[in-house]
């Protein structure tokens, strides 16, 4: 009887450790799917991405802009916003090209902005940051991705917003 028992409890073992091995490798799937390339026409001179807080979450929303700014110049705007004061907020805003070669989004640059608590006597509940990013080739596709990370009451949370695909020229606004 202990012998049946025991190559019972191994076969219940060893299906269930295949079990969760398949599970892993169809979540694993899922996450590598392709992102939707979407290019924006022309004339066309600058993109945002909104992306809404859940209702009664501690974020109220973020956002991400990209500007043409004409000779290769870019502009952006990195936005989070919140309904309470906050501990601290992140923001961090890459900057892509895509590589038409390869067929995918490259990094360019990054740029990480923290306000902390301390910082702000007043509070902090918000925070923007904005600039240009200067001498760019021009006839290219680029896009802003913002992560934007935020501590308040005792949550750490984390939103992103892409933008999509802005061709840079020489003559923007």
Same mark, same amino acid.
């Given at each position: 009887m202990?012998?049946?028992?025991? *190559? %019972?409890?191994?076969? %219940? @073992?060893?299906? =269930? $450790?295949?079990?969760s091995f398949s599970v892993q490798a169809? $979540?694993?799937?899922?996450?590598?799917a392709p992102e939707e390339l979407v290019f924006l026409s022309e004339n066309i001179t600058r993109d945002k991405d909104i992306v809404n807080g859940e209702r009664g979450s501690v974020v109220a929303g973020v956002s991400s802009e990209i500007i043409n700014e004409s000779g290769g110049n870019i502009g952006f705007i990195i936005q989070?916003?919140?309904? %309470? +004061?906050c501990? *601290?907020?992140s923001n961090t805003a890459i900057l892509?090209?895509?590589d038409e070669s390869n067929d995918r989004w490259t990094e360019i640059v990054r740029y990480q902005f923290n306000a902390?608590? @301390?910082?702000?006597?007043?509070g902090l509940s918000a925070l923007t940051n904005s600039m240009t990013i200067?001498? +760019?080739? =021009?006839?290219?596709?680029?896009?802003?991705?913002?992560?934007h990370h935020v501590? @308040? +009451?005792? +949550?750490?949370?984390n939103y992103s917003s892409l933008t999509d695909g802005l061709l840079i020229t020489e003559f923007g606004r």
């Open positions: 202990k012998k049946i028992w025991k *190559k %019972v409890v191994l076969c %219940v @073992a060893a299906l =269930t $450790m295949l079990a169809s $979540m694993s799937d899922s996450e590598d989070t916003l919140c309904h %309470v +004061q501990d *601290k907020i892509e090209r895509y902390k608590k @301390a910082d702000f006597p007043s200067k001498n +760019q080739k =021009t006839g290219r596709y680029y896009r802003i991705r913002g992560i501590e @308040a +009451q005792g +949550q750490i949370l």
